[in-house]
């Protein structure tokens, strides 16, 4: 499985992306899909994750509200549209697939086993 993220740059605060992520290779309804952050500094972040097959995502709290996640199975591609931006928010940003993960797992980074390359979010005050 191959992960490609793309749509980050530079915005400000209050502004809006939009950041895909096209999956190429086997993949099956059950597997998980997520974006994570990590700023400069930081540990890796999870934000948001969902299975391919559908139901309710589930956010990380400081991003409620605010973003909101979309998959398109036809084009094996996932969307996070991410509103009123912040500039905590400022963070490159990774898209991630997993199997097998239960719901307890989403936020850990270490049970998914495949991870885009990035895409830069900057948000200016």
């Known amino acids: 499985v191959q992960l490609q993220a793309s749509g980050g740059g530079l915005v400000q605060a209050g502004g809006y992306l939009r950041l895909s992520c096209a999956t190429s290779g086997r993949t099956s309804s059950s597997d998980v899909m997520s974006w994570f952050r990590q700023a400069p500094g930081k540990e890796r972040e999870f934000v948001v994750g969902s299975r391919w097959s559908g139901g309710s995502a589930r956010f990380e709290d400081s991003v409620k509200g605010r973003f909101t996640f979309s998959r398109d199975n036809a084009k094996k591609t996932v969307y996070l549209q991410m509103n009123s931006l912040k500039s905590e928010d400022t963070a490159v940003y990774y898209c991630?697939?997993?199997?097998?993960?239960?719901?307890?797992?989403?936020?850990?980074?270490?049970?998914?086993?495949?991870w885009g390359q990035g895409t830069q979010v900057t948000v200016s005050s």
């Open positions: 991630a697939a997993g199997s097998g993960l239960i719901a307890s797992s989403l936020p850990d980074p270490g049970e998914y086993s495949y």
